[in-house]
């Protein structure tokens, strides 16, 4: 039972996480002209992402949710950075907590998942 909730919320966090990128990435293409081309980039990076999330949520699949969280985590990580040089500290923290919690819950998924006698 305590895999399951790890699971749902490790997902959760992942799903959201990756819809946030889709939603950056459009509205810049929506409200940025000068730079469509970049912006369309993004989407054309974000939007598989999230599709992929929501089928690893939607199949139940353990392993594809870790991977995307651990993926995602590095995205973050380098909007972290981003943040850092840019020396502003919203864009700092936040990505570093979304890295913290995706890596806290896979550690947790993961403990469970291997410890004798679980059951999913």
């Given at each position: 039972m305590r895999t399951k909730f790890l699971f749902y919320v490790c997902a959760t966090i992942t799903c959201i996480n990756a819809l946030v990128s889709v939603g950056f990435s459009l509205?810049?293409?929506i409200g940025q002209p000068l730079a469509v081309v970049a912006a369309m980039y993004g989407v054309a990076r974000t939007v598989p992402l999230a599709i992929a999330a929501l089928i690893a949520v939607a199949?139940?699949?353990y392993s594809?949710?870790?991977v995307l969280a651990l993926l995602l985590a590095a995205i973050q990580a380098c909007d972290a950075i981003v943040g850092w040089i840019s020396h502003d500290a919203m864009k700092t923290i936040g990505p570093t907590l979304t890295i913290t919690s995706a890596i806290i819950l896979v550690r947790a998924i993961r403990q469970d998942v291997l410890?004798?006698?679980n059951v999913r």
């Open positions: 509205a810049m293409v199949i139940r699949s594809g949710i870790t410890r004798p006698g």
